[in-house]
């Protein structure tokens, strides 16, 4: 399984940003995907997790700001991040797991300008 992530850049805070991450390979049924950040001298965190299900959880710095969701029939995790904050800045990474695996993407670099 591979995932490939797009959509990170440069934005002013206040600004939006939207992330792509895309599965493709041995493909059966991706239980959870989700997105991660890792600001410099900072430990890797969880942003936002969604199930096959779509139901949805994320952590308490980006809610009522980001929006995770997923296209099932395209293997895609999208990421809405609206109302982004200098401190959003940091290389986010997708996460998949699948049949008690998990996957990692490369990540894509987000830097919130004040």
């Known amino acids: 399984v591979q995932l490939q992530a797009s959509g990170g850049g440069l934005v002013q805070a206040g600004g939006s940003l939207r992330l792509s991450c895309a599965a493709s390979?041995?493909?059966?049924?991706?239980?959870?995907m989700a997105w991660y950040r890792q600001a410099p001298g900072k430990q890797r965190e969880s942003v936002a997790i969604?199930?096959?299900?779509?139901?949805?959880t994320y952590a308490d710095s980006v809610k009522g700001r980001f929006t995770i969701s997923r296209d099932n029939a395209k293997n895609t995790v999208y990421l809405q991040m609206n109302s982004l904050k200098p401190e959003d800045t940091a290389v986010y990474s997708c996460?998949?797991?699948?049949?008690?695996?998990?996957?990692w993407g490369r990540g894509t670099q987000v830097t919130v300008s004040s």
């Open positions: 969604i199930t096959m299900g779509g139901r949805a």
């Open positions: 390979g041995s493909i059966f049924s991706t239980d959870i």
């Open positions: 996460y998949c797991a699948q049949r008690g695996t998990g996957y």
